[in-house]
């Protein structure tokens, strides 16, 4: 019985605390207490060592999954020296070095917008030096026949044009407001870069707490068991989620103007 | 140009206090379609202030989340100072709780646009901000 108590599991608690209590009412039966007395301490025992094996799993667990994740970063350590590209290994980084490339692109593509409307500017210029050649054309339709209606028809093009460019600048301008999405994402990954900060901080503080468990338990850590693949699971499982939607979160600007507006505004 | 915006003076000194860069240049661009190009920028409420101080600032629009000082705490500072509670302020931002947007009410917000906007809204809101002072 020591010996089963001394390797006992959690999933064979039940089954063991069956069979000690059937054994333990026989016993009183029998009127043998002193045997009884002892049965109880096995029991109080086994409770124990059920305890101790588990936190003896979690640390042991633990110790690997740190080993792990300390070996990503002294890889990236190492890396560093030998080549700029490889030095990116760790998330925090690569999430910030995204925020800063899609900040440069956005300047890029909205370098390209403001170009654009100058050249929408010019084109606006020219169309009023389009007006005054049209003006002559007016002029000079009353004394050549040839020319009949050209006025008009021209006119036509020309509205037509101004109403092209107008529509250019609106789309440009639509194009510079969508780079707004750099912010949001920029955002929604700098909460992402906390959240892995305090991930790291804390896996410390727990690799800490597994080495004061490790002197007090005497658990070999050398033995640990098959199945690392899952720890490793475990660590790299810390991905960016997207953040779903609160519940309390308003919908879009209507519903905030809605709000607002029963507040008083 | 809807008349709101007709009566305003257009050399009026704007504040625009955003961390990301991208924005600050957004909402600087549609401010200037509006004919508004006398404008400051600043990335956070700590910066903010500083320019705010000098005194010429008579239109400030923030972001809320914005490390060091955030928008929130910029807003109830300036309503709390009496140099500068007059100052209209707009707030742009993505965070879009209704206890977010109840607070910046009670701390004396003028607009609350949320993030992605549109250029039509910015404006539309800024007009009425505006419209409401002059």
Known sequence: ?265 | MPGGLCLVKKDIRILVVDDFSTMRRIIKNLLRDLGFTNVEEADDGKTALPILKQGRIEFLITDWNMPGMTGIDLLKTVRADPELSHIPVLMVTAEAKREQIIAAAQAGVNGYVIKPFTAVVLKEKIEKIFERIT
């Open chain 1, 1 to 265: 019985m020591k010996k089963k108590i001394a390797t006992l599991e959690y999933d064979g608690l039940e089954d063991l605390l069956g069979q000690m209590a059937r054994e333990l009412v026989t016993t009183i039966e029998e009127g043998n207490l002193a045997h009884a007395m002892e049965l109880i301490n096995d029991l109080q025992e086994a409770r124990h060592q059920v305890f101790y094996n588990e936190v003896g799993h979690l640390t042991r667990g633990l110790h690997e999954a740190i080993k792990a994740f300390s070996s990503d970063i002294d890889e990236k350590i190492l890396s560093e020296e030998s080549a700029a590209q490889t030095a990116m290994t760790d998330a925090s980084e690569r999430l910030s070095y995204v925020i800063e490339l899609t900040e440069k692109n956005s300047h890029e593509t909205m370098d390209r917008v403001d170009r654009s409307l100058t050249l929408v500017d010019r084109l606006d210029g020219q169309s009023e030096r389009f007006r005054d050649l049209l003006l002559l054309v007016g002029q000079l339709e009353g004394e050549f026949k040839a020319l009949d209606g050209v006025y008009d028809r021209t006119c036509t093009v020309k509205n037509e044009s101004e109403k092209t460019i107008e529509e250019l600048r609106s789309t440009l301008t639509e194009i510079l407001v969508s780079q707004s999405v750099q912010d949001i994402t920029g955002q929604l990954i700098r909460r992402v870069i906390t959240l892995m900060t305090q991930v790291e901080s804390q896996l410390v503080k727990l690799m800490d707490m597994a080495a004061k468990v490790e002197r007090l338990t005497g658990i070999e850590m050398g033995q640990a068991p098959e199945g690392d693949e899952a720890k490793d699971d475990a660590i790299r499982a810390q991905g960016p989620q997207l953040k779903k939607k609160e519940a309390s979160a308003v919908g879009n600007q209507d519903d905030v103007d809605e709000l607002l507006s029963s507040l008083g505004f």
